[in-house]
C-alpha cells in the first residue's frame, strides 16, 4: 500500500486549503484513513480520522470547527478541508492508514503547510 498526500503549500492566516491522500496498492477495504501533523520541533499530533464509510469523524482539539475529513472509496482518496487557517496550523501533515486495530499500517510521506500571518 502507498499513500500520497498532496495540496499542501502557502496561505495567509484565515485561508483555506484541501489536502488530498491517495492510497493505491492492495488497500482492501474497510480501513480507516488518518491525517496527522508535525510542526518543526514539536511532536506528532494528532488531527482527524474517518471510518470506512464516512460516518464516524474524529477530531483533535485544536482543529474542531476548523477542518473537516471526508473520503471518496470509489477514488481510494481521503480529504482534509482545513479552514480558518492560523499560522500554529503550519507543519508537514501526514496521510496514515489503518485497519481495525489502533496502529496505523501505512504513512504517506507527507505535505507542507504554512500558514502566513
Known amino acids: 500500500v502507498q499513500l500520497q498526500a498532496s495540496g499542501g503549500g502557502l496561505v495567509q492566516a484565515g485561508g483555506s486549503l484541501r489536502l488530498s491522500c491517495v492510497a493505491s496498492?492492495?488497500?482492501?477495504?474497510?480501513?480507516?484513513m488518518g491525517w496527522f501533523r508535525q510542526a518543526p520541533g514539536k511532536e506528532r499530533e494528532f488531527v482527524a480520522v474517518?471510518?470506512?464509510?464516512?460516518?464516524?469523524?474524529v477530531y483533535g482539539d485544536s482543529v474542531k470547527g476548523r477542518f473537516t475529513i471526508s473520503r471518496d472509496n470509489a477514488k481510494n482518496t481521503a480529504y482534509l478541508q482545513m479552514n480558518s487557517l492560523k499560522p500554529e496550523d503550519t507543519a508537514v501533515y501526514y496521510c496514515?492508514?489503518?485497519?481495525?486495530?489502533?496502529?496505523?499500517?501505512?504513512w504517506g510521506q507527507g505535505t507542507l503547510v504554512t500558514v502566513s500571518s
Open positions: 496514515a492508514l489503518r485497519y481495525l486495530g489502533p496502529t496505523y499500517d501505512y
Open positions: 474517518i471510518n470506512w464509510s464516512g460516518s464516524n469523524t
Open positions: 496498492g492492495r488497500t482492501l477495504s474497510n480501513y480507516f
